[in-house]
């Protein structure tokens, strides 16, 4: 039972394009997802390192947090994000008294980030990654203390 070989003339290119289909699809799907999940992080990262740092030049506790939540906002529009991170800021040692010599600000930024062409499943909410980031940006032993 030998097979003509003209039976299977020309199926080498169709079986190539549906191997190339199948296998370059979910490739390109993970190269997305990675992408977006990158910017999201180096997003994070600026904003968490821009918020401390913003907070600690600002020229009085009142005017900080706005600078810093400012410093966040300009971070994410870099990286072409429009989601409002959620920034958190904490002093230490002492936690009402950020702008005091010797004290540490500690800024952190945490956001989500959906996974892209991915309905929603189970509900409303699209499945997404939470992405975080935290900086610590010291205030200065030999600097005056601000309101």
Do not use: K, N
Request: one cysteine or more.
């Amino acid at each position: 039972m030998r097979r003509d070989r003209r039976e299977e003339s020309g199926t080498a290119i169709i079986e190539f394009v549906w191997l190339a289909i199948l296998l370059l699809v979910p490739l390109l799907y993970v190269v997305l997802a990675a992408f977006d999940t990158q910017r999201a992080a180096y997003a994070a990262s600026a904003a968490a390192r821009s918020a401390g740092r913003a907070f600690v030049t600002a020229p009085d506790t009142g005017s900080a947090y706005a600078r810093a939540q400012a410093a966040a906002r300009l971070a994410y529009a870099d990286q072409g994000l429009d989601d409002a991170p959620r920034l958190t800021i904490s002093c230490r040692p002492l936690p009402r008294a950020c702008l005091t010599p010797g004290s540490v600000v500690r800024a952190q930024v945490s956001s989500s980030v959906d996974l892209p062409l991915v309905p929603p499943v189970f509900g409303t909410q699209t499945p997404h990654l939470d992405v975080d980031a935290e900086h610590q940006a010291p205030y200065g032993t030999f600097r005056e203390a601000r309101p």
